[in-house]
Nanobody, 126 residues
């Protein structure tokens, strides 16, 4: 069974950085489109970034463009989200997800993703 385990979240001051990781066990990681979503308190979960097997990327939230970077290491079955210049409004639970439909397109909708991690909390203090 495919399992996703995130790590790297924590409490950080505004302007700080974190590197979120998501390790995928089992499955054909190198073929998956991987995505990061986040959910802030009282808000719906939103697409943050995605990366396909070729390394092409897509960012979903305008406010994170230029500050967040998604990458992957197929040898380690791991996807990363480097988050820089953090703002209090980035506070959320961050989830990684895997789309195993073997497509190239990076989809920004939750229902496109077949497997999800448990989430990692990112809290940014002002």
């Amino acid at each position: 069974q495919v399992q996703l385990v995130e790590s790297g979240g924590g409490l950080v001051q505004a302007g700080g950085s974190l590197r979120l990781s998501c390790v995928v066990s089992e499955g054909m990681f190198s073929t998956y489109v991987m995505g990061w979503f986040r959910q802030a308190p009282g808000k719906e979960r939103e697409f943050v970034a995605g990366i396909n097997r070729s390394g092409s990327t897509k960012y979903g939230v305008d406010s994170v463009k230029g500050r967040f970077t998604i990458s992957r290491d197929n040898a380690k079955n791991t996807v990363y989200l480097q988050v820089d210049s953090l703002k209090p409004e980035d506070t959320a639970v961050y989830y990684c997800a895997a789309d195993d439909d073997r497509m190239i397109a990076i989809r920004a909708i939750e229902r496109a993703y077949d497997y999800w991690g448990q989430g990692t909390q990112v809290t940014v203090s002002s």
